[in-house]
Nanobody
């Protein structure tokens, strides 16, 4: 069974940076359209960024454009989210997911990693 495992979350001050990782088991990672989503307390889960199988095509939610960068290493079956200039509004549980299309994901999903940005 394929699994996705996120890591790299934590507590950071406003203006700081974090890099999230999403490690996939199984041999199908390189064929998946992958993405990151987040869910803040009291809010619905929202799309953050996505990346095609080759890494050449990426999309971002407007509020993270210019601050976040999504990337992947198919040889390592790992996807990344580099987050710079973080603000308290970025505080959320961040999830990685596979089979992303039109801002949603069919899964599988990771278990999530907490990102907390203090002001």
């Amino acid at each position: 069974q394929v699994q996705l495992v996120e890591s790299g979350g934590g507590l950071v001050q406003a203006g700081g940076s974090l890099r999230l990782s999403c490690a996939a088991s199984g041999r199908t990672f390189s064929s998946w359209y992958m993405g990151w989503f987040r869910q803040a307390p009291g809010k619905e889960r929202e799309f953050v960024a996505s990346i095609d199988w080759s890494g050449d095509e990426t999309y971002y939610e407007d509020s993270v454009k210019g601050r976040f960068t999504i990337s992947r290493d198919n040889a390592k079956s790992t996807m990344y989210l580099q987050m710079n200039n973080l603000s308290p509004e970025d505080t959320a549980v961040y999830y990685c997911a596979a089979n992303v299309q039109w801002g949603t994901a069919a899964g599988p999903w990771g278990q999530g990693t907490q990102v907390t940005v203090s002001s």
